[in-house]
């Protein structure tokens, strides 16, 4: 990892559909960091994340992410290597849980031995062959933190990650970020709950009026 | 990239046949249907068995055509933001994406195809001439149904008014395939050329794979 | 902020000059000796087809330059060609069928070029439907402008299409859609300048329906302009003492 | 109908949308400038 940070906004403003949602963002996240984003609903938390993403285009300002312009076509070849766990999982509710994790992997590119460990290693190897759509939302999300096990991320985006989840699942979570952070990756933990966010990140930020202060 | 292009193809496609063999909407629901609005028409006009022979295989391609623009309704709305995004942070290749959703509406098409194409024959007495040339027609339509289809669900995500409009962009554009099927079945019949009919179903494939392949990237843009 | 939208009045003038000589020449013009006075609609169903045709052709003209050059100049040029094309499609349609009645005795008759031009009137009522679907100007162009190379692209495929399957069977049984063959020098001066005439309505209707897309677009920046509060702030903290 | 009766119904028809969607142009024009006039 060279001394260049991970994440680097500035100015910059997204607007979807006819409303603006951010507007001069200033954020710039080195490796190594944990960072807290706090926010009230409708805040703008989840379009910041999908626009460290790189899920969509800032409508003022520049920014990279992992070296890619935000506002260029690279920035697909970046996404690889960010992780992002959503307020709503993005698993397919038809798949068993271990489908849903074979088809990531393939998609990524890993291979699809991983998928049995990744499950073990979330708790969920009893649950492989439950239909995603029968399972809890506590094991979706479990099943996400499976995926983001399996594929090598540096940019962990994480919104709300203790909601739906028990007492071991919250500590597998906490293992998870600090153990990204130790490798030179970088998290950004969306959260209301300041108490429990404060405690594991290196610093905090506020979205108010979309922007952060 | 790391990924190979056909092998995330290839983990899409079996991605949406798993789907849909789970869900069996195509099954249970698209292809019953098919088959009653076969039954449908001769209760409408009556049952002149020569008169519903003359008319059956053109009757089946209407239902062709109108139930691939249902397959392509519920294509749009197949994936929600959330799996979209999951996809797209795997490092799918959006031209990947696309090949392999439309490979999967493909096999839907056949299937479809298939058995109501049992049923009109059961009904309607149709005969069978030219059997690999049946055969290709029935490949290029699926093809290419299943790409207009694609590239349409494609062109209208995420706008809310978007799945309703999935008919009206469809059906006009595949206006070439109903007439090459048509005129290629008329063709075997009458024992005239059907050389020209085959290729321009070919080429309308070809078309539309193109444009659908490259625009991949920047319909993912918004 | 961008510069105030500059509004033109010289369109409405052409516009209106160009009607009169076109209007003008097609009733000076001689009557057809097959189809008498009939012939005179050929004077606006010809220009109409034409500019439905030429009209759509910039469409895809400004969709690749905008696929190429993200340059939202283009997709608006695209969007306004495609409005006016629907309209001049529809009216080509029209003036056929009104044609088509005293000459055929029939509204509609399956020729092609008439269902060609109907599957392709449908096939931009989709573009324009698309449009209106979403608000975001980026969105909407990269979306609009993919529909309009893929229309484009299916469009000389739809008309082989329809042409071989008229050619194939059932010769049309009635006078030839071709029109009469034009004999006097002045009917072809009516007809040339009647297509001149409507290209230059065209390109002035394109001048004012791009500055309508300039104001709406001017009209919306307005509306979510930073002094407007951002979409978060609707929601404010509860007010418990309220209720 | 007269011969001419149809050629005025179909004149009618050009010329008469011809001036209805012109009309229409000016009228979203003058509507958007009103608009933007009362946000400025």
Excluded: C
Aim: aromatic share 8%.
């Amino acid at each position: 990892m060279s001394g260049a940070p991970l994440v680097e906004l500035s100015g910059v403003g997204v607007r979807i559909g006819s409303s603006q949602i951010l507007r001069d963002v200033d954020l710039e996240i080195e490796a190594g960091e944990v960072v807290g984003l706090f926010g009230a609903n409708g805040a703008g938390k989840t379009t910041a994340l999908r626009l460290i993403a790189t899920l969509i285009r800032p409508a003022q300002g520049s920014g990279t992410v992992l070296g890619a312009d935000l506002s260029s076509a690279e920035r697909y070849d970046v996404r690889r290597r960010i992780g992002m766990i959503g307020h709503v999982p993005g698993i397919f509710p038809e798949l068993t849980l271990a489908e849903n994790l074979r088809y990531a992997a393939r998609v990524a590119g890993v291979s699809t031995d991983r998928v049995a460990g990744a499950l073990a290693a979330v708790g969920l190897a009893g649950a492989a062959d439950r239909p995603a759509g029968a399972a809890s939302h506590g094991m979706q999300r479990r099943t996400e933190f499976a995926r983001e096990l399996m594929i090598d991320r540096s940019l962990l985006l994480l919104d709300e990650p203790h909601s739906a989840l028990d007492r071991d699942a919250v500590d597998l979570v906490e293992g998870l970020i600090e153990r990204k952070a130790a490798e030179g990756g970088a998290v950004i933990v969306v959260s209301h709950d300041r108490d429990r966010v404060g405690a594991i990140a290196h610093r905090t930020v506020d979205l108010v009026g979309g922007t952060l202060t | 990239m790391i990924t190979g292009f056909w092998h995330q193809v290839r983990a899409v496609v079996d991605r949406d046949l798993l789907r849909e063999r789970r869900q069996g909407d195509m099954l249970w629901i698209t292809i019953p249907f098919g088959a009653i609005a076969l039954l449908l028409i001769p209760l409408a006009i009556g049952t002149d068995a020569v008169l519903l022979r003359e008319i059956g295989p053109g009757m089946y391609w209407v239902i062709v055509m109108l139930f691939g623009v249902l397959v392509a309704v519920s294509r749009a709305s197949r994936e929600t933001l959330p799996q979209q995004d999951a996809s797209a942070l795997l490092g799918l290749d959006p031209a990947a994406g696309f090949v392999g959703r439309t490979v999967s509406s493909a096999i839907f098409l056949l299937i479809f195809e298939a058995v109501v194409g049992i049923v009109a024959i059961g009904l309607y007495d149709i005969s069978i001439i030219g059997i690999g040339w049946l055969a290709l027609t029935l490949l290029l339509v699926a093809a290419g149904l299943a790409l207009l289809g694609t590239l349409t669900a494609a062109i209208v995500n995420s706008s809310s008014a978007g799945t309703a409009l999935v008919p009206l962009l469809v059906a006009p554009l595949s206006v070439p395939l109903l007439l090459g099927a048509t005129q290629t079945y008329d063709g075997l019949q009458g024992g005239y050329g059907i050389l020209s009919w085959v290729l321009l179903m070919v080429a309308v494939v070809l078309v539309v794979a193109i444009i659908g392949v490259l625009t991949a990237r920047p319909l993912q843009e918004t | 902020m961008e510069p105030q939208v500059r509004i033109r009045r010289w369109p409405w003038v052409v516009i209106a000059l160009s009607l009169a000589v076109a209007f003008t020449l097609s009733m000076i013009s001689p009557a057809d000796s097959v189809q008498g006075d009939l012939v005179r609609i050929m004077y606006v169903h010809v220009p109409s087809a034409w500019l439905a045709y030429t009209a759509f052709f910039v469409t895809f003209v400004g969709s690749v330059a905008y696929l190429v050059t993200k340059n939202l100049k283009w997709d608006r040029i695209a969007a306004a060609s495609a409005e006016i094309g629907v309209y001049f499609t529809g009216l080509a349609l029209s003036l056929g069928m009104i044609w088509a009645k005293p000459t055929w005795g029939v509204w509609w008759t399956w020729d092609a070029r008439l269902t060609f031009t109907f599957i392709m009137f449908f096939v931009y009522l989709g573009y324009l439907a698309l449009r209106r679907t979403t608000d975001d100007p980026i969105a909407r162009a990269s979306r609009s402008s993919v529909l309009g190379v893929l229309g484009a692209i299916q469009i000389p495929l739809v008309h082989f299409s329809v042409v071989w399957w008229r050619t194939l069977h059932q010769p049309p049984s009635l006078i030839k859609p071709d029109g009469p063959a034009i004999q006097d020098p002045l009917m072809l001066t009516a007809l040339i300048i009647g297509v001149i005439a409507f290209t230059v309505v065209y390109v002035a209707l394109m001048v004012k329906r791009i500055e309508l897309i300039h104001l709406d677009e001017r009209r919306l920046q307005i509306e979510q302009s930073i002094e407007r509060p951002v979409a978060g702030e609707a929601v404010t903290a509860p007010e418990l003492g309220a209720t | 109908m007269s011969e001419w009766g149809w050629v005025a119904f179909a004149y009618g028809v050009a010329y008469g949308s011809l001036a209805v969607y012109a009309t229409s142009i000016a009228i979203r024009i003058r509507n958007a400038r009103k608009s933007i006039g009362d946000a400025e």
